[in-house]
């Protein structure tokens, strides 16, 4: 079992629709969560953090973290076509700043 | 302020050359990364300094792989004895000390 996962996709979803990105991880002790996205041939730039159990918003994106079934998601509302991109989850394990990484999962956002 | 720069950008190497690929993090960074990104995949840990630190080198996948940040700024990743499975896009992240890392843009590493 990987360490992070995540369905690679694609995920295809209409412009104006709400995208849903989910992660599990294996690791109870992680600490904290990051959503990052990257667009081809650009590396990965930080969207959201999340430390604590519940929702965290920001614009048209809500992360959402249930530590007791390890899985953290990303909700991308009212999606636009300069969504479309790959969405990395990474954890960070416990006691250090070794994070790791998700696959990714590829976004399409169709006009 | 500037982000975080490496160079080359692009590197051709021959199978059995060594390479040195350059980090230059945020000025202040205290925290800097290295990972490595194989085409589809995500990012893989290779390794962490803090300042002149390195904390953590797990990451590594061999002992051709070598790592370091003399002065905790600017940092080099040196592999040894290239080899084709090395062929991938490095990435150097820095942070202030926080979760939160920027990453550079990359070096496309080409091993043939």
């Known amino acids: 079992q990987k360490e992070v996962e995540q369905n690679s996709g694609p995920l295809s979803v209409p412009e104006g629709a709400i995208a849903s990105l989910n992660c599990t991880y294996s690791d109870r002790g992680s600490q904290s969560f990051f959503w990052y996205r990257q667009y081809s041939g650009k590396s990965p730039e930080l969207i959201m953090f999340i430390y604590s159990n519940g929702d965290k918003e920001d614009g048209r994106f809500t992360a959402q973290l249930n530590k007791a079934s390890q899985y953290v998601s990303l909700l991308i509302r009212d999606s636009q076509p300069s969504d479309s991109a790959t969405y990395l989850c990474a954890v960070n394990r416990r006691n250090g700043q070794n994070f790791v990484f998700g696959p990714g999962t590829r976004l399409s956002v169709l006009p | ?112």
């Not at chain 2, 692009?10 to 945020?26: F, H, M, S, T």
């Not at chain 2, 061999?62 to 490095?90: C, H, M, N, W």
């Open chain 2, 1 to 112: 302020g500037a982000g975080v720069s490496q160079s080359p950008r692009y590197k051709v190497a021959k199978r059995g050359q060594d390479v040195a690929l350059r980090c230059d993090p945020i000025s202040g960074h205290v925290s800097l990364f290295w990972y490595q990104q194989a085409l589809g995949q995500g990012p893989e840990f290779l390794t962490y300094f803090q300042n002149e630190a390195q904390l953590d080198k797990s990451g590594l996948p061999s002992d051709r792989f070598f790592a370091e940040r003399p002065e905790g700024s600017v940092s080099t990743l040196k592999i040894q004895r290239t080899q084709q499975e090395d062929s991938a896009v490095y990435l150097c992240a820095s942070s202030p000390g926080s979760n939160e890392q920027f990453f550079g843009p990359g070096t496309r590493l080409t091993v043939l």
